[in-house]
């Protein structure tokens, strides 16, 4: 493998992790802000939420199609996040006979399973994402001693990968 694709990969990692560990932070700091309550019931047992680790990945591709059109940005956002919920939300409850999150109290919800209040939402966190978030990591990630990023990254994933697998088992 080339050193260049080498790096990308390990960026890939990078970003997904940061967006799996602080997604979950900024769900629940957003639940005590705007429903002045806190209800902890992600997918996995540990401080992982694997989907925002791929919502982050696919605003990373959102990022490199649309180039600072913000409107662009926001829209894309929008529309991928919202069917990313949707069919996350549609899989897990058909893999594990669980609802995880439920709009069917929010309007304009379809099947409870999105709604237009976080849709907005979605793309207005998508367009701060790739405008001034990613940005702020890529800037991290090039500045930061790649063996001391796999020190603390090998671990880091080590414990999601822990996490996963224990996760998945108990709720078969």
Known sequence: MNKKLYYYILYLVFIFLIGALFGGVI????????????????FLNGPFRPIYGWGSLLLH?????????????FI????????????SSFILELLFNKVWWDYGNYMFNINGRICLCISLCWGVLGT???IIIEPLLKNLYNKLNKKTLLLIMIPVFLIYVIDSVISIVSKI
């Open 27 to 42: 769900e629940i700091f957003f639940q005590s802000l705007v429903c002045n309550s806190v209800k902890i019931n992600g």
């Open 61 to 73: 591709f959102i990022g490199k199609k649309v180039n600072k059109n913000v409107f662009l940005i």
């Open 76 to 87: 894309s956002s929008l529309i991928v996040c919202s069917l990313f919920e949707y069919i």
């Open 128 to 130: 701060l994402y790739i």
